[in-house]
């Protein structure tokens, strides 16, 4: 009678291994996949459609929307991914702040909890400094200039830069310039922010910059804002487009001002163990993947910025454009006192790269 019921029991052990191993590889989920870089490389029991075991099960976060250019443009990475490997690497994509905000998710990487994450630049400046760069206001004019220094070489050393930290970067995707929502009145001047609660995201230079316009700004996870907006615990809030419509800040928000003032763009990172201890073909794919996808979500982001003015306007929002010039010298201020050696500063250097990137 025992050997019979070990019998079952192993019988039952190796059926539920065998099914958690058969979930898709490109939706969102909203649970965590059974494997984790604390396995790192281990063989998986799942297998593609070729018959081909996956020897990778990897796990990539982001904060946003599920309907976000992140999103697709993390579900073709999965997609190439796993053709390119040959169905040995498989990715889950998770949203919407499933496995934590960018800080958390940031760390799960470091400690081997987690595979990959999508994340802001903002929340990398605990660990360089040479992100910062990103973070100054009116640092960039348009979306070609800010992608020609994120595709340089330089940019290409930034997003490397925190490999010691146990964090390697893969591409860089894009979330585009910032722009300004609230529930009081039109932001036409940088006076009209004056008195403002609006949520900034963690970075000392974007309070900083908040505060030099007159603002109250307040640092607030991404998926506590629409609640925090909805309440009135804060008047206003600022990001791109693609954001503003895909969290329906058009509900909660009358108006929409083209301040233009950050540019972000969004650096796609994977465990530095977890990528050591894959073998050089998958390594080969994941990277190949990650250029061809980060490309595929710019234009996503692109595709969608050509209607969302006009998608937001018919959703209620009353949009004004501004004279950029003003708000570039009420942020002056910034520049003084963040483009200087030191830590948590702008180093000089890079910000002179850039420069010179751009020909100014």
Known sequence: MKKK???????????????????????????????????????????????????????????????????????????????KSGGKVTVDVFG???????RDMVEALQLGTQEMVLVSTAVLSSFTDQFLVFDLPFMFNTTEEARKVCDSDLGMSILHSVEDNGIKGLAWFENGFRNVTNSVHPIEHPSDLKGI???????????????????????????ELFTALQQGTLDAQENPLAIIDTNKFYEIQKYLSMTEHFYAPAPLFIATKYYNDMSPDCQKAVEEAAKEAAAFERQTLDDMNVTLRDSLKKNGMTINDVDK????????????????????????????????????
């Open 5 to 83: 019921v070990l019998t079952v029991f192993i019988a039952s052990t190796l059926l539920t291994g065998i099914l958690a191993g058969c979930g898709s590889t490109t939706a969102s989920s909203s649970a965590p996949a059974a494997k984790s870089a604390s396995t790192t490389a281990a063989k998986s029991v799942s297998s593609s459609a070729s018959g081909t075991k996956a020897e990778y099960q990897i796990r990539v976060g982001h904060v946003l929307a599920n309907t976000h250019p992140y999103e697709i443009g993390l579900k073709k990475f999965a997609e190439l991914a796993k053709a």
């Open 96 to 102: 919407n702040s499933t496995l934590g905000n960018e």
């Open 197 to 223: 609660k609006i949520r900034t995201m963690e970075s000392p230079i974007h309070m900083a910059t908040f505060k030099a316009m007159g603002a109250d700004p307040t640092p607030m996870a991404m998926g």
């Open 325 to 360: 010039n003003e708000f570039k010298t009420a942020c002056k201020s910034v520049y003084d006192q963040f483009v200087q050696d030191g830590a948590g500063k702008v180093s000089p250097d890079i910000y002179k790269k850039v420069c010179d990137i751009l020909g100014r």
